[in-house]
C-alpha cells in the first residue's frame, strides 16, 4: 500500500476546544510505502494554566511550555505534512475536531481528506481483546510504550501499530475483506478505503489459503483442529515427596515444594480410588488447581473413566484451560484429552450467522461485530461468546446469531460446523472434562443431558454449590427484561417484529380463515403492556408497604408472603393472573400464525426466514415468561418469594425471585448419592475447623475425608490485623454517625498507606455514602476512588483500573469478598468495615431460619454466624496471594472483639494476633510497617 499516513496524537489542556481548551503538545509520524519516514513533535504554548490532573497524566508543566512556541507557528508545518494523506489517531474524532479548531484559529484550511481511527480497526482485527486502549494494544504486540500520554511516545506506538494492523488486513482471507469491505460503509472512519484497495490487490491474483482455513458458503472458518487420538501413555501415581516434586519440576522450573499440595494430591487420588466423597479446605498458596488436576489426570488415564471439574464461573473455567491445563501437560508430559464444555447459548449458530451477513446492515453496532466475528471465525477453535470483547449493542446482536433451535432458517448445510455439537463430541472423548456449577445442575435435571456419563467430580469453589442450586432451581421476573421483548414485538402502529409478521402473512394467501385478525392481537400487545405496567407498580408498592418502617436506603426487599387479608397482595395476585392469561394468549395467537407460515416455506426469501425465526425466538421468550411469573405467584411452600426494587427507580428496578428454601435433600438424592467419588474443594469451607456447615447446606451424609490444609504463608509475619478501639459500636449508632466516623478512619489509612486498599462492604448503601463523603470532603483528591456500582464497568474492569494506578482506592460489595486476584504490591491493605453477616430480614435468610427454628435449631448458630464467617474467611484471603506480600486488615466492626462469636471469626481464620490501636496509633503502625 503506498498511501500516505500521517498518525497524529495530542496532548490538550481538556476535553473540550469550543470551551477554550488548547493543544500543550502536538505529535505526528508519517507512514509511507509501509515504513516509518518522518516524525515531527513540538510542545506548544497554550495561553493558559495547565490543569493539575493534565500535568499529573502527562508529566507536562506550565514552565515547561512557556518558551515553547503557539500553535499559529507551527501550524503551516502540520497543514503541509497532512496533504494527500490519510489523518489517523487513537480514537480519531477527538484529535481531529480538536486539531481542525486550532489549524481555523491560525488561518489555515482545516483537514477535509480520509480519517482512519486505529480503535475502530483494532475492534475489528483484535476482536478477542481484552481491552482497546492504546496501551494495552502496544503490550499485547510487545511495542515499545514508555512515555504513555505524551504525543511524540503515543504518535510512535499508534503508527507502529497502524502497520501491524495493515499487515492483519492483507493477511486474511479475500472472502473475508470482501465482506468487511461491504459492512464498513456505515463505520466512523474511512476504513472501507482500506479494505477495497487490499480487495483489488487480492482479487488480481491467486490466492492460496493458509493451511488452518477453509471456505464454505462464502464465510472463511477455522478448520476443525484434528482430535489425534494419541493413546495417552499410562502415568502411575507419584507415590513419593520425590516423585512428586519431580513430577511438578517439569510443570515449574522453579517449583517450592509444598507441603500443603502434595496432602491435597494424595487426598483426591485416595478418595477416586476408594470411591468416597471428600471436603478438603486449601487455603490460599496450596496450589490447589494443580493439586487436584494431576491425581484427577493420573486417577483418569489408570482408570479409563471421565473426571468432571466444575467451577463456579465461567472465568476460573477459562483459567484452568488457558493457565492450568498447559502446566498440566507439561508436568505430565502426556497429551490428556481436555475438554470445556458451556450452555448452548455460549456458541455461535453458523446458520444464523450467515442468514443475518445477507441482510443489508444500518446499525453501526452490528456491522461492527459482524466485521468482529467475521476476522474471529478465521482464528476460534470453539465458537464460544466468552473469547470476543463486543460493545453492549454487539450483545444485543450476539442473540441473534447463538445457538438456538431453528425453526424456519435451515441449518443442515451448517451441521458440520455446529461449535456446540464440536463441544459435545470433545467431551464424549475427554479424560478431564471442565464445566461449571450451573451446567452440571442442568444435566442432573435434564433427561439426556449435554454432559457424557461421569461418576468422579472435583467441585471447585465448593462453598459456592449450594448457593448455585438455589439459583439455578429459582426463578427470577423483572421488569426490564419482559419490556424488552414486549418492546422487540412491539404494537402494529410502531413498525416492529409483529408490524413486519403481519405484513409478511396478510397478503390473503397464507393466513387460515379461523386465525385471530390483525387487530385482535395488537389489543392483546397493548392490553399486556398494560398489564405488565401495573403487575410491577403493585409489586413495587407492595415491597414499599412492607418495608416501610425499615430503614434500608433506596434498595428495599420484601418477602413475598400470601395473605387473603392484604389488599395489596390480593390485587397484586389478581394482575399476575391477568398478566399470565394474556401471556398465553399472545403465544397461541402468535403460534398459530407461526403454523401458517409453515405450511408454505417455499413463499419465502431467506431474510423473511429469519424475521419468522425472530418471531419463534420473541414467542419462546414470552412463553419461558409466562411459565416464570405462574410459578411465582403459585403457592409452593418449599419455596421463599421476594420483591427487590430501588425507590430511587422503582419500576425499572423491580424484580420478582422465587428460590428453594432448602436444596440439600436434592443434591443428596440426585447427586452425591448416585455419584461414585465428589471431592468438595474451596479455601473456604470450615467454620471454627468443623464442616459441619456445609454438609449440611450440601446434604452431604456419607464423606470419606474432612480435611483443612493450612496456608503455607506465614501470616505472622506477613500479616497486622488490627481493630480500631475509636470507633462507636456499630449498634450503638445511627447508619449517617458510623459512616462519618469510619469516613474519617478510611482518609487517615488512606494517606497513610498512600492508597493500594480494598474496602469491603455489607451494603450498597454504606458503600455509596462513604464514597461520596470522601468525594466531598475533597482530601483525598489525588487518589483514583473506583467504586463497584458507582464507577461504571464489571467487576474484572474495576479490577485491572485499580491494579492500573498508584494511588487508588476500590469500594467494593458482596461480590468483591471473593473471587478477586490481586496479588502483590498492587494490595497492600484491606479494609473490612462490617462483620459480613446476612440481614436477618433478607427474605431468604429469614425463610432458612424459620425452617431451622421448626427443626428446634438456632438460626444464629446455624446459620447466620457460619455464613459470615466463610464470608469474613473470603474477604481475609483477599490480601496475602503470595509468599512475598505483606499487608494490613483493619476491621472496623468492635464486635470481633467484644462478643463471644468474635473468637470463632478469629479462630477460623489464619493464626494472626488482634491489636487495638487508635487512629493515631494505627497512623505510626503503617508507618512502621509499610
Known sequence: MSQKFVVVDLETTGNSPKKGDRIIQFGAVVVEHGRITGRFSSLVNPLQKIPVFIEELTGISDSMVKEAPLFEEIAPQVSDMLEDAYFVAHNVLFDLSFLQEEL????????????????????????????FKLTDLAAREDLKHDRPHQADSDAQVTAELLLIMLDAVKSLPVVTIRELAKLSEGLKSDLHLIFDDTLNIKESRIEHLPEHLEVFRGIAIRKRPIIENTGSKPIEYPETQEEKKALLQKAFSDYE?????????????????KSGHALVEAGTGVGKTLGYLIPAAVFSLESNQRVVISTYTTQLQEQLLTNDVPKLNKALGAAMKISLIKGKNHYISMARFEQSLREIEENYDTALTKMQILVWLTQTETGDYDELNLSSGGTLYWNKVKNERSIFIKTKH???????????????????????????????????????????????????????????????????SVRLVLNQIGLYEQNQLFYKLESLLNDGSVLSADRHHTFEINQLISDLLYETEDLFKLAGSYARKAMKNKNSGSKIHASMIPDRENRTWMALRTTAERFYFHLRDLVEALEKRLEDARKRPDRFSTGQMALLEEVVQVKEDLEQIRSTAKSLFTDENRYVRWIEADTRSMQ?????????VDVSEYLEGQFFSKKRSVVVTSATLAVNHSFRFIKRELGLKQVLVEKQIPSPFSYRTQVKLVVPDDLPDIKSVSDDDYVAAITEHIISIAEATKG????????????????????????????????????????TRLTRNFKRFDKAILFGTSSFWEGVDIPGEDLSCLIIVRLPFSPPNEPLTAAKSGLIKENGGNPFSELSLPEAILRFKQGFGRLIRTSDDRGLIFVFDRRLVTT????AFLSSVADVPVEEKSITEIVDLIHRWL
Open 900 to 903: 463471644k462469636y468474635g473468637d
Open 104 to 131: 481555523l484559529n491560525a488561518g489555515q484550511e482545516g483537514f477535509y481528506g480520509p480519517v482512519i481511527d486505529t480503535v475502530e480497526m483494532a475492534r475489528i482485527l483484535y476482536p478477542t481483546a481484552d481491552s
Open 414 to 480: 451448517w451441521e458440520t460446523y455446529d461449535f456446540y455439537q464440536r463441544a459435545i463430541e470433545k467431551a464424549q472423548n475427554a479424560d478431564l472434562l471442565i464445566t461449571n456449577h450451573s451446567m452440571l445442575l442442568a444435566d442432573l435435571v435434564s433427561e439426556k443431558g449435554p454432559l457424557p456419563d461421569y461418576e468422579h467430580v472435583v467441585l471447585d469453589e465448593g462453598h459456592q454449590f449450594e448457593k448455585a442450586a438455589g439459583k439455578y432451581f429459582g426463578k427470577t421476573l423483572d421488569y426490564m
Open 756 to 795: 493500594r486498599m480494598l474496602i469491603l462492604f455489607t451494603s450498597n448503601e454504606m458503600l455509596k455514602k462513604t464514597y461520596n463523603l470522601i468525594k466531598e470532603s475533597g482530601l483525598l483528591e489525588d487518589f483514583v476512588l473506583i467504586a463497584q456500582g458507582i464507577t461504571g464497568g464489571s467487576r
Open 257 to 273: 515444594i509444598r507441603q500443603g499440595q502434595f496432602e491435597l494430591m494424595d487426598l483426591v487420588y485416595d478418595s477416586f480410588r
Open 652 to 660: 425499572n428496578s423491580t424484580t420478582i425471585f422465587s428460590r428453594p
